[in-house]
């Protein structure tokens, strides 16, 4: 609490030798002409929907090449590390974050008159065209957004097929699965997959203990990155002797973290991926240990 308060004292302290920013709000045509963006995945959003020069600043985790399908495209924007005092000091008419974002920070800066937009996290491809519309809405382009739209569908009617019938469980690090209402789950489906996690009746993302992995019996086991480039107790499940002998008799295929932890137009590459190991044959399809 006292840090929150320093930090209010500070950015009202600011206030009293400058305008209210709130009052500057969004341009007479519609349009932001300085958006600031603090979360990864409106990040993403916004850098593929954006005028040029309309995002001034997204996040550092934009950077990062494994949460981020966009880092190389981000490097062209100033950084920001999600603070109230240093989002309020780039006086932006926009600040897009997610519904996870830090509540006392966005509170703050509505206290503060900024417009800040939060975007859920996407748990299906409904939800990426919406998202994808609402920043075309928010940023004055809409005309963008929806071709944004139609790339995707028509990449999904492309990777699109029946159903393979091979069995899939997904398997992350500290032993996590994802089930029904995931963005993972909407991969699978238009992948032609089947996840193993609807037969044991998970929803969302639980753990999956290494014992009923084992007794489910997959076809695959998808995973994401598992080096770390340091020992790390998450990815403790995937040394354990018991799951590297299941591995190495199943296919197993690596999908990067980057592809599915936001949802966008690159999340079709995670399709693609999963859907060439389905019609693969499992020595051709294997990627690992």
């Not at 974050?97 to 206290?111: C, E, F, H, P, S």
Request: net charge negative.
């Amino acid at each position: 609490m006292r840090y929150l308060e320093a930090g209010a004292a500070m950015v009202a302290l600011a206030l009293s030798g400058l305008a209210l920013i709130g009052s500057a709000g969004v341009h007479a045509a519609g349009a932001p002409a300085r958006v600031v963006s603090i979360n990864v995945c409106t990040d993403q959003l916004a850098m593929l929907v954006a005028e040029t020069d309309q995002l001034h600043s997204v996040s550092y985790l934009s950077r990062e090449p494994q949460n981020s399908a966009m880092s190389e495209e981000a490097a062209a924007y100033p950084l920001n590390h999600g603070q109230a005092e240093e989002v309020f000091l780039m006086r932006p008419d926009l600040v897009l974050a997610g519904t996870y974002t830090r509540r006392a920070t966005v509170a703050l800066l509505k206290r503060l008159g900024f417009q800040v937009e939060q975007f859920p996290p996407a748990t299906s491809f409904d939800d990426v065209r919406a998202n994808l519309r609402r920043m075309g809405t928010l940023l004055a382009r809409p005309e963008r957004a929806e071709a944004l739209v139609a790339d995707l569908d028509a990449g999904l009617d492309q990777a699109r097929a029946t159903r393979s019938g091979r069995r899939v469980a997904l398997s992350f690090s500290n032993s996590y699965t994802s089930g029904v209402g995931t963005l993972s789950q909407a991969v699978l489906d238009a992948a032609g997959l089947d996840n193993i996690a609807g037969e044991l009746g998970i929803e969302g993302t639980e753990r999956l203990p290494l014992e009923t992995l084992i007794m489910a019996d997959p076809d695959l086991i998808v995973s994401g990155e598992r080096d770390y480039g340091a020992p790390a107790l998450a990815g403790e499940n995937f040394r354990h002797p018991a799951y590297r002998a299941l591995a190495r008799r199943k296919t197993f295929v690596a999908v990067a973290t980057k592809y599915w932890v936001c949802g966008g137009p690159f999340t079709l590459q995670a399709v693609r991926i999963l859907r060439e190991a389905a019609t693969a044959s499992p020595s051709l399809a294997r990627h690992g240990e």
